[in-house]
């Protein structure tokens, strides 16, 4: 018989407090998970979104709300630009790409995105179904869209004013699902793409059209291009020097400010962690209450035992391994607790991402990370370290006294 | 055969107890007898290797058993000594057929089931094999506990007081058995008490004074 199995029958004669310490292990181990996970998921998905833009140009506001609305689709939109202003930073010498982003428009609260060609490169965006937009009203959908919305290729539907409800739907004006993006795995999966003109559209005021006006509308159009306004624009730099020079020109200009997605994104995590680093002091607590509760729960049975553990010293076990079954029951409450917890943590997550309402930042249990191994191996370390001191004893026990004592 | 030899103990600070010395001949059964700190049961430990005594040798075929390792020593009384202490003492949370099987690995023997239901037939008690402790009755916890210490076979068959907790009836029982199976397993057996009820069975005796 070996001692993996006599120091499994041993913790299961006394199921209670064995139960109890493999759940103060799975609640400590299940809370790290949960936070190891989550975090590793957003700072994935904030570093996926903004891989490639070097800087957001919009109106002035909150810097952090300008990257919120322009990259990640949460926030509210600052204000909107002048497209006149607009295109001269985007003719720029520091400028490689500028990519237009017209924002207001949403289905059933996903975002209607208004843009152009510049925005299929930046984000490497490859077609599944139908093809890319190009006619005004053509839409092109995320995938998770499609799945989500029910929508296909030729299908249409109603854009509404706003970002997060249906209450003032665009009855004029129908879009036509023309093509279906494949997984990008970032936040295109969740939006619904058009051109700027589309969005424009949507919200000019309908105005009658008499016979021989022709010129007249013509120039009335110019006079609107002047007028029109987009929401931000994504710049991608030309070469490094840019760092310096374009983010102070762009807020010399008086309307516009510039945000950068890195920094932001920085100071928002930095944000977070306070929250994450407090969560993580509690889920530590909790695992040092597993270790000490593991340590008294086989310090006092092995008071209990120390007539059984003599017995088996008489039948041959050596020090060593009645050493060696001590340490086993810790192990095996700590790897039965980690394993719960980790299975737990897992769990939990898909259920807030099942609940979750911002499709942009789901989060899912169905990812595993190598820091997982880490804490399973620190489960291991608790159990050992709690169960050490009952090991020694039971290794240093002097027999003769204890079977003497009866 | 075992022998002891000019063999005394101290506890820490008590006085010198010194025991007289004492051959055993192989298939001899003896009885020690001594009242309660006459020292009974510390000969008893040393006599199965739990107590090193601070003076003296004990031989047991030819293996003087204090000089081994600990790690050695061990194994050895697993191998050589069967001990029945006054309660049974089994393991709590292992079956009947479990805690003898534990006594066979323990001594790093071949898991041998066999053997473990020829022990239990020949105890009477081979339908409680799946039974854990504390659904037996002490008389047959007794039983299992001689059971455990003729599993591996023993050279020395040892018990302390294995009697003095039961009734007349289970005393005559459990000493009958320890006879027939000190007989059956050829071991050598000693028991020690301060039972007068058990004093006419033997014909070796040896005196603690």
């Given at each position: 018989m070996s001692p993996l199995k006599i120091s499994w029958k041993s913790l299961w004669s006394k199921p209670l407090s064995a139960s109890l310490n493999i759940m103060l292990i799975a609640f400590g181990t299940g809370i790290l998970t949960i936070l190891l996970l989550a975090s590793t998921q957003i700072e994935e998905k904030l570093n996926n979104n903004s891989k490639d833009i070097d800087l957001v140009v919009g109106a002035k506001g909150s810097p952090l709300q300008l990257i919120l609305s322009s990259i990640y689709y949460i926030d509210f939109p600052t204000g909107n630009i002048p497209l006149k202003e607009a295109n001269e930073l985007s003719r720029s010498p520091f400028v490689k790409r500028a990519t237009p982003l017209a924002l207001g428009d949403n289905y059933n609260g996903v975002r209607i995105v208004g843009t152009d060609s510049n925005f299929v490169s930046l984000y490497g965006l490859k077609v599944d179904q139908g093809k890319l937009w190009v006619e005004d009203l053509e839409a092109t959908i995320g995938v998770n869209v499609a799945k989500e919305q029910k929508l296909k290729v030729g299908d249409t539907f109603n854009g509404s004013h706003g970002l997060t409800n249906n209450s003032d739907v665009h009855k004029a004006h129908t879009y036509k699902v023309v093509g279906i993006l494949s997984p990008q795995g970032n936040v295109t999966d969740n939006l619904i793409l058009t051109n700027v003109a589309s969005v424009w559209k949507m919200h000019e005021e309908p105005h009658e059209h008499q016979e021989g006006e022709v010129h007249d509308h013509e120039k009335e159009e110019e006079m609107a291009i002047k007028n029109r306004e987009i929401t931000s624009l994504l710049i991608q730099y030309r070469s490094p020097m840019s760092v310096a020079m374009f983010p102070r020109m762009v807020n010399q200009m008086t309307s516009l400010q510039s945000a950068s997605p890195a920094m932001e994104s920085t100071r928002l995590f930095s944000l977070i962690g306070v929250g994450v680093d407090t969560l993580q002091w509690f889920a530590?607590?909790?695992?040092?209450?597993?270790?000490?509760?593991?340590?008294?729960?086989?310090?006092?049975?092995?008071?209990?035992?120390?007539?059984?553990?003599?017995?088996?010293?008489?039948?041959?076990?050596?020090?060593?391994?009645?050493?060696?079954?001590?340490?086993?029951?810790?192990?095996?409450?700590?790897?039965?607790?980690?394993?719960?917890g980790l299975f737990l943590g897992h769990s939990i997550l898909e259920l807030i991402g099942y609940y979750q309402e911002s499709t942009q930042a789901k989060l899912t249990g169905k990812i595993f990370v190598t820091g997982e191994l880490y804490l399973l191996i620190a489960g291991l370390v608790v159990g050992i370290i709690a169960s050490l001191i009952p090991a020694m004893q039971a290794y240093r026990s002097n027999i003769s006294k204890i079977l003497a004592k009866n | 055969m075992i022998s002891i030899q000019s063999v005394a103990h101290r506890y820490n600070g008590s006085p010198l107890i010194s025991f007289k010395d004492w051959q055993i001949n192989d298939g001899e059964q003896w009885l020690l007898l001594g009242d309660s700190g006459s020292g009974k049961t510390t000969l008893l430990h040393?006599?199965?290797?739990?107590?090193?005594?601070?003076?003296?040798?004990?031989?047991?075929?030819?293996?003087?058993?204090?000089?081994?390792?600990?790690?050695?020593?061990?194994?050895?009384?697993?191998?050589?000594?069967?001990?029945?202490?006054?309660?049974p003492h089994l393991i709590k949370s292992l079956t009947i057929s479990e805690n003898l099987t534990l006594a066979q690995s323990f001594a790093n023997l071949p898991q041998n089931q066999g053997r473990i239901d020829e022990v239990l037939t020949s105890l009477g008690i081979a339908d409680k094999k799946k039974s854990y402790p504390n659904e037996l009755s002490q008389g047959q916890l007794q039983r299992v506990s001689i059971a455990r210490a003729v599993i591996n076979k023993p050279t020395l068959l040892i018990a302390d007081e294995p009697t003095s907790s039961l009734d007349d009836k289970n005393a005559a029982a459990v000493l009958s058995l320890l006879m027939q199976q000190s007989d059956i397993n050829r071991a050598t057996l000693v028991v020690a008490t301060h039972d007068k009820r058990v004093k006419d069975a033997f014909t070796n005796t040896y005196n603690l004074a």
């Open positions: 530590i607590l909790i695992m040092l209450i597993a270790a000490i509760s593991v340590f008294v729960n086989l310090y006092n049975s092995l008071k209990e035992r120390s007539y059984d553990l003599a017995i088996m010293r008489t039948l041959g076990a050596s020090r060593t391994k009645l050493f060696i079954i001590v340490i086993l029951e810790g192990l095996w409450l700590t790897l039965a607790g980690t394993i719960i | 040393i006599l199965t290797g739990i107590l090193k005594p601070e003076q003296g040798e004990i031989t047991l075929n030819g293996t003087a058993i204090y000089n081994l390792s600990s790690k050695k020593l061990d194994q050895f009384r697993g191998r050589n000594i069967g001990i029945i202490f006054q309660k």
